[in-house]
């Protein structure tokens, strides 16, 4: 009777763990969706995709090799395999050639040197084709299933170091936990601890970047720009770089009228209207000289002076 209901619990775990991991492999779909349409990576990286494709395929074959309790493992995998192999091909299209030539390095050397030396060995040294190569190849993934769940520890660096969440989705975070979770319990009572031991870290990864998500979602605030009016009786410092941008300031005198407009072919233009009194020479008291200066600037920090005189 217990027998039967650890097995049946068992089932409930397996599936349930079939079911969240399919979650999991689409947790990064909006990334991905995002990726396609701005047709770029951003700050995206394919480190947590390949170490996840790369612990899928060893999961495989080790669900090939056990004699019993392997289905749940095969299925799931075989499923996470082509995910994320899709996810690579859309991220090697759009990537940038440096994030292209790391990206293959990592594939080279996770996904067909390291698998490639892995299932050889295993194969041609191991003789013994029970429980000892069992052993062997579950150690293995055991020690790269713990890797999948570090993966995203770059992120999370990325995350302390900007403040920023964007590139961490929650929903990721709460569904490797939850996975976490049910793999455990499966691996516990169907007494695999080589499924059940990695995912202990994988709990407390996920945990730490829900934490995470929550200290820092709300500190990308965006600042409004502040302009100081014409008239102040004093000198105004007027923060350019807000407005565009850019990493520049210009020091405004009095009298400095400030307007937005369009212009073909530049986003945002600043017009600069500044009216002098000319002092001395050869111009007549109470004649105004006035020099109109059109100052654009774009995103690229071009600058573009055109003065007349009228």
Known sequence: MAFLATHLLASVFGILGNIISFCVFLA????????????????????PYSVALFSCMLLLYYGYLKTENGMMIITINSIGCAIETAYLVVFL????????????????????LSYGLIVVVTTLFVTDHGPKRVAIVGWICAIFSVCVFAAPLSIMR???????????????????TLCAVMWF?????????????????????????????????????QVTPMVQPKGEPAETLVDLGAILEIQEKARVEIGVVLEMQEKPGVEIGVVLEMQEKPVGGDEAVGEKKEEVGKVCLDFDSEMTIIASVA
């Open 93 to 112: 299209i759009y990537a940038t050639r440096e994030s292209l030539i790391s990206t293959v390095k990592l594939l080279a050397l996770f996904n067909i």
């Open 28 to 47: 990064p779909l909006p990334t991905f969706y995002r990726i396609c349409k701005k047709k770029s990576t951003e700050g995206f990286q394919s480190i």
């Open 158 to 176: 990325l995350v302390i170091r900007t403040k920023s969440v964007e590139y961490m989705p929650f929903s990721l975070s709460f569904f490797l």
């Open 185 to 221: 319990f499966y691996g516990l009572l169907i007494k695999d601890y080589y499924v059940a031991t990695p995912n202990v870290l994988g709990f407390v990864f996920g945990v730490a970047q829900m934490i995470l998500y929550v200290i820092y979602k709300d500190k990308n605030k």
